[in-house]
């Protein structure tokens, strides 16, 4: 069974302090991993996807990198606009006609001014 | 930017009825889902549509729910007889792809 595990569940930062964010996983065949922002009531944003180790994406302030067992999301200099639940995503070969995710439980940032 | 849309935001109902969520799926994307979230839980897939019929689902999606494109463009998940434990947010999904697009939810309530 696919398994993905998040951590911290919760962080406090101050304005400008950065930190990184874990996700660590179990799967039988990747095919990705995928980072979403999820605000209070509202779905899912996507923001990455990472396919093979080693690999990096950036967006603002915002830094995802993959390993062979887990992802870090790296957040430089938070503002409190950043403050979401980061959910963390898997994605594998479940033939054909579904790209279906499997969710970890989110670690939920609050930026304090 | 084209987006997932979910009627309606809130729904209500009594344990025992029917219910039926709506979403409109970005217009040139190929695959569907419906997933839950539990409030305080994490979330989790129901069921993937493609090529007009259920490509996966998980055990959740029991006999007590089904979906359906009716047309060109919604896709609908029906609960035929609502329990306690269907109160959550439902989230439509769709891609052209491997990308994901979700939309706001409905928060379902089972009184």
């Known amino acids: 069974e696919d398994q993905v595990t998040q951590s911290p569940e919760a962080l406090r930062l101050q304005e400008g302090e950065s930190s990184s964010l874990n996700c660590s996983y179990t799967?039988?065949?990747?095919?990705?991993l995928f980072w979403y922002r999820q605000d209070p009531g509202k779905g899912p944003e996507f923001l990455f996807t990472?396919?093979?180790a080693g690999e990096e994406k950036e967006k603002e302030r915002l830094k995802a990198t993959l390993t062979k067992k887990e992802s870090f999301l790296h957040i430089t200099a938070p503002k409190p606009e950043d403050s979401a639940t980061y959910l963390c995503?898997?994605?594998?070969?479940?033939?054909?006609?579904?790209?279906?995710?499997?969710f970890g439980k989110g670690t939920k940032l609050s930026v304090i001014p | 930017e084209p987006e997932v849309t979910q009627t309606p935001s809130h729904q209500v109902t009594q344990m025992g009825q029917e219910v039926i969520l709506r979403c409109v799926p970005i217009?040139?994307?190929?695959?569907f889902y419906w997933y839950r979230q539990i409030l305080g839980q994490k979330v989790e897939f129901l069921v993937s549509?493609?090529?007009?019929?259920?490509?996966?689902k998980s055990e959740i999606f029991d006999d007590q729910f089904s979906v359906e494109r009716p047309d060109g463009s919604n896709f609908t998940l029906k609960i035929r007889s609502t329990k306690l434990e269907d109160s959550a947010m439902y989230f439509c999904?769709?891609?052209?792809?491997?990308?994901?697009?979700f939309g706001s939810g409905t928060q379902l309530s089972v009184l």
């Open positions: 799967v039988s065949g990747l095919r990705g």
């Open positions: 217009s040139n994307h190929l695959y």
């Open positions: 549509f493609y090529n007009n019929e259920i490509s996966e």
């Open positions: 995503a898997v994605q594998t070969y479940s033939g054909a006609g579904s790209y279906q995710l499997t």
């Open positions: 990472l396919y093979s």
């Open positions: 999904a769709s891609s052209v792809e491997a990308k994901l697009f």
